[in-house]
């Protein structure tokens, strides 16, 4: 009898669709099966460096449905569990006609046995879930995942157990086979958090310490680490098992059936292979040539589009050119803000309205380190700008002002009928917050909510500085500094208008018709939440 070893997750869902992943011990038939009402759905897993893995499209459903299911392997029943506190794990499909609740989060570190990084917020809306709360339509987790370089202790333990700890990469992962481990205790050691990965349709993108800290920061930061002996098996390792464990559950079954990638992994895994090699291949020139992939998707649920931006990835960086996006990756964004919907969410690990002080340093740094002021001021600009983490929107200016130019002519009604909202979603700086825009004036509001982290605070040092710079008068010597390094201003101007916060939190966004609202909890004991804040956006 094969084991599960982790899953299963409710993935992508539509009106009719739905997609269960797993882990298994061994190669097998998964079936997710609901004999009353009909249910039965089946596919063989495939292999990736010895791990094995099942995607299950399930097909057929009503919208808006709600059907409990279980899981065998080889015709043996793996779940639901025997014994569990909690109520049993359905499918849930997307209402279209109805409103519309996305729940989400970033920047969450796995269990510990010393609790320092506080409450989890994800297994606390868990525990809210399994008694009685609001349901959300969709999770949606934007960045930080895991944390690969930043360990546990029970993450030191097994990589003692396989390699020698003090040598290189010292203190983080170095390889595939690790990610495997790390993502077992991010999703599987919490039976709460086990639960609602199985329950609440779930999707992600990924930020830097999926893979490293300020991960592609800059051409010279990605020359640094292509330097070191042991960063190939590194890279390919995080950016492979992102593409098992979190991408392709993102995608609807059409872009999976159609992803090649996936047809030559389970071709290969036919017959007792493994997709390893070519996984690693891909991995590898996804790093090196970003426009080889799409790690950002899109998918629209009735009068609401979802755009989620890989702005981590999909980065331009070389020797002339910085984008926050390569070339093809900002022509698929530019197609997919439109208008014709009362919605427009988009999703970007990274804040796109950052507080103005941060803003303002984070451009006139970037072009400090381009060499607006000298060849040795550019010298200290990159050494402040990896030092500093100033790596977000406003430090790829020419990016930050194309997809300003974009969002304003969808709330002018350039592109299509205006929606009444277009927030963007983020997470990534561990503190939540609500921004508006101010300025231009469009009868579309145009807002960044923030939510971070999940589980893993500020303290001391780092929320003092936060705190000053969100405050207005930190602003304007930065702003001196932008001016002086010929920064144009910015093509918006926008206000925090509620918070800083700095609590592990979970937000979640109701759309209903033309409304908008957001709400951020907080973990009050580890299984309940009480709220920070609500706030209209429309």
């Known amino acids: 009898m094969t084991a599960l070893l982790l899953g299963p997750l409710l993935r992508n869902v539509g009106e009719r669709t739905a997609t269960i992943w797993v882990e298994t011990e061994s190669p097998c038939e998964v079936r997710v099966f609901n004999d009353e009402h009909g249910?039965?759905?089946?596919?063989?897993?495939?292999?990736?460096?010895?791990?094995?893995?099942?995607?299950?499209?399930?097909?057929?459903?009503?919208?808006?449905?709600?059907?409990?299911?279980?899981?065998?392997?080889?015709?043996e029943a793996v779940w639901p569990e025997a014994a569990t506190r909690f109520p049993p794990s359905q499918i849930r499909t997307i209402d279209a006609e109805g409103t519309l609740r996305i729940s989400f989060g970033s920047c969450r570190r796995s269990p510990d046995k010393a609790n320092e990084h506080g409450l989890d917020a994800l297994a606390a809306f868990a525990h809210e879930l399994a008694n009685g709360a609001e349901w959300p339509d969709a999770l949606l987790m934007i960045g930080d995942q895991v944390y690969a370089d930043e360990l546990s202790d029970e993450m030191r333990a097994f990589i003692r157990s396989r390699r020698d700890p003090d040598e290189a990469p010292v203190g983080e992962l170095a390889d595939y086979e690790e990610y495997t481990y790390l993502y077992k205790l991010a999703w599987h050691t919490d039976p709460a958090v086990r639960w609602v990965l199985s329950t609440v349709p779930t999707f992600t993108i990924f930020d830097d310490h999926d893979i490293r800290d300020d991960w592609n920061t800059s051409y010279t930061w990605r020359q640094q680490m292509w330097a070191q002996s042991w960063w190939r098996s590194r890279i390919t390792g995080g950016i492979g098992s992102y593409w098992v464990y979190q991408h392709l559950g993102n995608l609807s079954p059409e872009e999976r059936a159609s992803d090649p990638l996936l047809g030559a992994v389970r071709a290969a895994s036919a017959d007792g292979g493994d997709g390893g090699k070519i996984l690693d291949d891909f991995a590898e020139q996804a790093d090196k040539h970003p426009d080889t992939a799409r790690w950002s998707y899109a998918h629209v649920w009735g009068g609401t589009r979802l755009i989620v931006v890989d702005s981590r990835c999909s980065r331009l960086l070389t020797p002339d050119r910085r984008g926050m996006l390569d070339d093809e990756e900002f022509r698929w964004l530019d197609d997919q803000c439109r208008g014709d919907v009362d919605h427009v969410l988009i999703a970007s690990s990274l804040p796109y309205l950052l507080p103005s002080t941060i803003?303002?340093?984070?451009?006139?740094?970037?072009?400090?380190?381009?060499?607006?002021?000298?060849?040795?001021?550019?010298?200290?600009?990159?050494?402040?700008?990896?030092?500093?983490?100033?790596?977000?929107?406003?430090?790829?200016?020419?990016?930050?002002?194309?997809?300003?130019?974009?969002?304003?002519?969808?709330?002018?009604?350039?592109?299509?009928?205006?929606?009444?909202?277009?927030?963007?979603?983020?997470?990534?700086?561990?503190?939540?917050?609500?921004?508006?825009?101010?300025?231009?004036?469009?009868?579309?509001?145009?807002?960044?909510?923030?939510?971070?982290?999940?589980?893993?605070?500020?303290?001391?040092?780092?929320?003092?500085?936060?705190?000053?710079?969100?405050?207005?008068?930190?602003?304007?010597p930065f702003r001196l500094l932008a001016k002086m390094s010929k920064v144009p201003a910015p093509p918006m101007k926008w206000r925090t208008t509620a918070g800083p916060w700095f609590d592990n939190a979970i937000a979640t966004v109701e759309l209903d018709g033309r409304d908008c609202h957001v709400r951020w909890q907080s973990p009050r004991t580890e299984t309940t939440l009480t709220e920070l804040a609500r706030a209209k956006v429309t």
């Open 39 to 75: 249910l039965d759905a089946t596919a063989r897993t495939f292999t990736v460096h010895g791990h094995h893995y099942g995607i299950v499209e399930v097909e057929g459903l009503e919208p808006g449905a709600r059907i409990s299911y279980g899981v065998t392997l080889d015709g």
């Open 359 to 476: 803003h303002h340093a984070e451009t006139w740094n970037e072009a400090m380190a381009e060499g607006a002021w000298g060849k040795r001021p550019a010298r200290w600009g990159e050494k402040i700008r990896q030092a500093a983490d100033l790596e977000h929107w406003a430090a790829f200016d020419q990016s930050f002002r194309d997809v300003a130019a974009d969002v304003i002519a969808v709330a002018r009604g350039e592109r299509g009928e205006p929606p009444a909202s277009i927030s963007f979603l983020s997470g990534d700086i561990h503190y939540s917050y609500l921004a508006r825009v101010t300025s231009p004036s469009t009868e579309t509001k145009i807002s960044q909510i923030v939510c971070s982290p999940l589980r893993n605070p500020l303290v001391g040092k780092f929320r003092l500085a936060n705190r000053i710079a969100g405050s207005r008068l930190t602003a304007a």
